[in-house]
């Protein structure tokens, strides 16, 4: 028996006889529709505190882009009871961190700070959910414009290659889908905005209802509930949201695209639709992209940069949204290579993969490398990725927040046949995005058409 296989089998035993991930919890409901999910970690007295409003770029209409991520930059300016500056200084002074994220789905907050501060970091949110709208001013709307306005030319317009991703949304759905723009939206959008504009998303989005409260770390379970009451009842309810029910987004056709930017080298995106976040054949498309382009041991970085030489670099990942899932592979070529013959050689590995299976080795090393990231997150309570994030993210998409087990297992169920199935299935030649990003003037450089 090869080494690989004792070593397989080794891992395939291990795994069955571990012992199941425990993330314990308390959850409840306000009677303002706030949802509360209470986990209580003791390993160091520090605590996290995560709010999930269940609004993104998603639910924006055409034509008024672009404001849930404004308004991720807006809820750190001061409410009612908190004046402007004041929202980080405090956090500061108690020896907090906080930061904020959007994306199409939904918008998250979190302050990981010292056990002893979870007043603070409650009084806060529960202010800005309540009662932000006592303190919006037009001042505040036109400064946070410019800052989003000039985020996006940093992140986007003025970034190497950053103009793909305001582009892609169009290509990838129809014109009615909420995944059609961009989340950070589209200048002309955020300057039409009115203060009005904004206060009416607001006072429709960001209400209890709307959102999920969760704390993790050293608390008192009965205190910690108590805290919450406290600061949290007095918020207004709100009108009911009606979450959008987008049909299904489909690729009929291969798009090919090319762009010129100020760039040095040409790059080629393959893009993909692909499932929604938890779906069937998620987990799959996951440990393809790390097969196929997540590390220096993948196939496409061996062949490209290792083998041939002809690429800097190489990524392939699968991006999961609720209502769709993106699949994409980058690669950015060496100077004086043409895009056609990257494309003729990741279209061969691809041909590849769903033709043969991965081998049992290969399978082993993406899974491991997937469970060693995801144990490595929940070790921790706070941040994007500790498990208050990840509490409210499985209730949003599962409902289930304890969903550890369950999802982590999804990935190690997958055997071979099932990635070159996902691989079949999900990326056809006749239905995906072909983009060339070459320097201005270098069109000669775009991958075409045989």
């Not at 039409?192 to 960001?206: G, K, L, M, N």
């Amino acid at each position: 028996m090869k080494l690989y296989s004792v070593i397989t089998l080794l891992l395939c035993a291990l795994s069955a006889n571990a012992q199941k991930i425990k993330v314990p919890y308390e959850q409840f409901t306000l009677p303002n529709g706030l949802n509360v999910i209470l986990h209580q970690d003791k390993t160091i007295p520090r605590i996290s505190v995560n709010v999930w409003y269940f609004v993104g770029s998603g639910s924006e209409k055409p034509g008024r882009t672009g404001f849930a991520h404004l308004f991720e930059h807006i809820l750190f300016e001061g409410s009612k009871n908190v004046p402007e500056g004041k929202f980080d200084e405090w956090l500061e002074a108690a020896g907090a961190n906080n930061n904020g994220s959007t994306t199409e789905d939904r918008t998250n907050y979190y302050e990981d700070l010292p056990a002893n501060a979870l007043d603070l970091a409650l009084f806060l949110e529960s202010d800005r959910m309540g009662f932000l709208l006592a303190s919006l001013t037009d001042s505040t709307v036109d400064g946070q414009r410019d800052v989003v306005k000039n985020e996006r030319r940093q992140s986007y317009e003025n970034r190497p290659y950053g103009k793909a991703n305001l582009e892609l949304p169009a290509l990838l759905y129809p014109k009615d889908h909420p995944y059609s723009w961009p989340v950070i939206g589209t200048m002309a959008d955020l300057t039409a905005a009115s203060r009005q504009d904004v206060a009416d998303f607001f006072t429709q989005y960001y209400i209890p209802g709307n959102a999920s409260l969760c704390i993790a770390g050293d608390i008192d379970l009965a205190q910690a509930r108590k805290a919450v009451e406290k600061w949290f009842s007095d918020v207004p309810a709100g009108k009911t949201v009606l979450p959008p029910h987008p049909a299904a987004a489909v690729l009929t056709e291969e798009k090919r695209v090319v762009m010129e930017d100020k760039v040095q080298l040409p790059r080629l995106q393959m893009i993909w639709l692909s499932p929604a976040n938890f779906q069937p054949g998620s987990a799959e498309m996951e440990l393809l992209g790390s097969l196929l382009g997540g590390g220096k041991n993948s196939r496409l970085y061996k062949r490209l940069v290792y083998d041939l030489q002809i690429a800097q670099n190489v990524s392939a990942f699968q991006n999961s949204s609720k209502f769709s899932g993106e699949f994409y592979i980058a690669v950015t070529a060496r100077p004086g290579i043409g895009l056609s013959q990257i494309e003729q050689i990741v279209q061969e590995e691809i041909d590849k993969i769903t033709s043969e299976s991965a081998t049992d080795r290969e399978l082993a090393r993406v899974v491991n490398q997937y469970e060693s990231r995801f144990l490595t997150q929940i070790e921790r309570s706070g941040g994007f990725s500790g498990k208050a994030n990840q509490l409210n993210e499985y209730f949003f998409y599962t409902g289930n927040p304890d969903y550890f087990n369950e999802d982590l297992q999804r990935y190690k169920s997958v055997d071979p046949a099932d990635i070159s199935a996902a691989a079949r299935k999900y990326l056809r030649s006749n239905a995906r995005i072909v983009m060339s990003i070459v320097p201005e003037g270098k069109k000669d450089l775009a991958a075409t058409k045989k």
